[in-house]
């Protein structure tokens, strides 16, 4: 049986939708540092001794998802747990609210602060390159935003769904998700994201709103020694 493209969505991703961003050595694929921090392989038998020594600084950390290859001398492997890997199959109910618009460069400063506070490990300064973001203002400030970010063919990955603590409670992040999970449906796209078991908000704001867990799928960190 054929592999499922969200066993392995970072390589499929790479691979595919963001080929051009990808740097590669041999079949180990990688965002370049200041988009995001992941790295992609094409199974758990890939060698990668020199693809990793290629594409990762001494003393940088990397992050894989699904099935990896055992670590190479003078790496560290680390399992993070498991992530609740969760689709959307259906439209979801429309969510009224304020208007909100697309992000770009002009937005830029304050989505970097806003995932500064509120989601500090993976949003680097040119993660906005991955995909589309759109974002809800209140008395000027940037309230919430949501994003896209890996897209194995047929699917995409929902991302940076963040709320500032200011303005929790309101129903931005419910109103952003349904709206951007019905685009990408509308579009012939399956929408998907990856959750910690340990953010039970999140998790049951996703139940809640029409996603299920697909898999639990293990997330590690790949760290290069100095």
Excluded at 94 to 116: C, S
Excluded at 171 to 183: K, V
């Amino acid at each position: 049986m054929a592999a499922h493209p969200l066993d392995n969505p970072i390589w499929q991703s790479l691979a595919h939708r963001h080929r051009d961003l990808a740097l590669a050595h041999g079949e180990v694929l990688r965002y370049p540092a200041e988009v995001a921090p992941f790295l992609g392989v094409p199974g758990p038998g890939t060698p990668l001794q020199t693809g990793l020594d290629a594409l990762v600084a001494p003393g940088e950390s990397v992050y894989l998802l699904g099935a990896v290859p055992p670590a190479p001398s003078g790496w560290a492997l680390q399992n993070l747990g498991d992530l609740a890997q969760m689709v959307c199959d259906a439209p979801l109910a429309e969510v009224p609210g304020p208007d909100f618009i697309e992000l770009g460069d002009a937005q830029r400063a304050d989505v970097l602060a806003l995932t500064a506070l509120v989601y500090p490990h993976y949003f680097r300064p040119q993660t906005m390159r991955l995909g589309r973001y759109f974002g809800l203002y209140e008395d000027g400030r940037l309230a919430a935003i949501i994003g896209e970010r890996m897209g194995p063919p047929g699917w995409r990955e929902i991302s940076a769904v963040c709320t500032h603590p200011d303005f929790l409670g309101r129903g931005y992040a419910r109103r952003l998700m349904a709206w951007l999970a019905n685009d990408l449906l509308a579009s012939g796209l399956i929408p998907f994201l990856h959750v910690s078991q340990q953010n039970t908000r999140a998790l049951e704001l996703y139940r809640n709103n029409g996603f299920r867990t697909r898999v639990e799928i293990p997330f590690w960190s790949l760290a290069r020694g100095p």
